[in-house]
């Protein structure tokens, strides 16, 4: 049962344009959530993150938006380059013995030149 | 340079011959657990380990064993390796289980034959 839901495994968007990437959950008590990056042959690696006390957190070309009514995040990257084409990992966990990262399958983001 | 390593990086093995992945983190922290990226499933957890002697079953622990003698590594071992532990194997490490912020280190992909 997949708590955590990537449901579109690709995305392709002209450079300069912005990217959306969409993530859906099911479990009420995940209450943290992060964006992880993964390129080819790399461990992914952390890009941004949201508690569930905020509904928008901003770093630099990246947000993450946070709809907990529907459940739903969403991460923002504007402008997108070329550097950011690379495989994003939705994650989320809940706190004290629910604290367990739970990742969703990911979405390949290419980004055109 | 704060990182996690992990040896081998690439693995092909027979069935049924014992190996073990070994992983290292330099950043003193105490939770480490590892994970497995296959397609379409994105990242699962096998394992992982509060601190020192204290170690946990993830969602895929099956046909896999860990220790945690010391903080600093948490080796992975496959007592009798079958062709569906086929995957991408990637070690994390963090601070403690409620720090989400995890650090990944390369991947160690294994072939089983």
């Known amino acids: 049962d997949q708590q955590v839901k990537q449901n579109s495994p690709s995305l392709s968007v002209q450079e300069g344009r912005i990217s959306i990437l969409n993530c859906d959950y099911t479990?009420?008590?995940?209450?943290?959530f992060l964006w992880y990056k993964k390129y080819p042959a790399e461990g992914p690696t952390f890009l941004i993150s949201i508690s569930s006390i905020k509904d928008k957190n901003e770093d630099g070309r990246f947000t993450v938006f946070l709809n907990k009514s529907a459940k739903h995040l969403s991460l923002h990257i504007v402008p997108s380059q070329p550097g950011d084409s690379a495989v994003y990992f939705c994650?989320?966990?809940?706190?004290?013995?629910?604290?367990?990262?739970?990742f969703g399958k990911g979405i390949t983001l290419s980004v055109r030149p | 340079e704060a990182q996690v390593t992990q040896n081998p990086r690439y693995l092909i093995t027979v069935t049924g011959k014992k190996l073990t992945v070994t992983c290292s983190q330099n950043m003193n922290h105490e939770y480490m657990s590892w994970y497995r990226q296959d397609p379409g499933l994105g990242l699962r957890q096998i394992y992982y380990s509060m601190n020192v002697e204290v170690t946990d079953k993830g969602d895929v622990p099956e046909g896999y064993k860990v220790s945690r003698k010391e903080k600093r590594n948490f080796p992975l071992i496959l007592e009798s390796p079958s062709p569906n532990q086929t995957s991408l194997y990637f070690c994390a490490s963090s601070l403690s289980r409620n720090s989400y912020e995890q650090y990944f280190g390369p991947g160690t992909r294994l072939t089983v034959t």
């Open positions: 994650a989320a966990s809940g706190t004290g013995a629910n604290s367990k990262l739970t």
């Open positions: 479990n009420s008590m995940f209450d943290y």
